[in-house]
């Protein structure tokens, strides 16, 4: 994706970048057993440790690629959450894997699905991506409805798709394209 520095949700909610001033905002914020329930590769506990190697990894890939995806989720300049693109298929694919996280105390106000449908909005107007997939734990149906809000369409379930904690997990399959 061209490299955009800000993209405007609303008023009070903006992505940016992510920096290493970000270091205590980001352990405060995703060190929640919620989160780690409902993601595959956040730790928890989640440490300084942890906030320095995922915020080193995200500046190194902006440094070798040129391009950002990872943004930071800001309330008024306050990191309250994470968004990004997964680039599985590499960055000259036409498609991508979202995933992103917001902090307790932010859900259930209508945030989320306003950043996301921002963020594909932003994507598809800067980059060369047609389709965006989200995979949803069958157990989190709170996300599910927030792609759905966003634009997403359930595209099926994904059987024994993750393994986490020992546990084969389900997943639905969420997409939106171009």
Do not use: C
Not at 56 to 65: K, T
Request: glycine share 8%.
């Amino acid at each position: 994706m061209k490299h955009l520095e800000v993209i405007h949700v609303r008023d009070d909610i903006s992505l940016t970048g992510i920096t290493e001033d970000d270091l205590q905002a980001l352990v405060e914020r995703i060190n929640d057993p919620s989160i780690y329930a409902n993601t595959l590769k956040v730790p928890y506990p989640y440490g300084h440790s942890d906030g320095k190697q995922f915020i080193r990894h995200v500046l190194d890939f902006e440094s070798v690629h040129g391009v950002r995806k990872d943004w930071a989720i800001r309330r008024n300049a306050s990191l309250i959450g994470g968004i990004g693109l997964l680039y599985e298929q590499g960055l000259q694919s036409h498609r991508s894997e979202i995933g992103y996280w917001i902090a307790t105390p932010f859900r259930n106000q209508g945030i989320m699905t306003d950043v996301i449908a921002a963020f594909v909005t932003a994507v598809f107007g800067h980059s060369d991506l047609v389709r965006l997939d989200a995979h949803v734990f069958v157990e989190n149906p709170a996300s599910a409805r927030v792609l759905q809000k966003a634009g997403f369409q359930k595209e099926g379930r994904l059987s024994k798709a993750y393994l986490k904690d020992g546990v084969y997990r389900d997943a639905w399959l969420y997409a939106v394209v171009r």
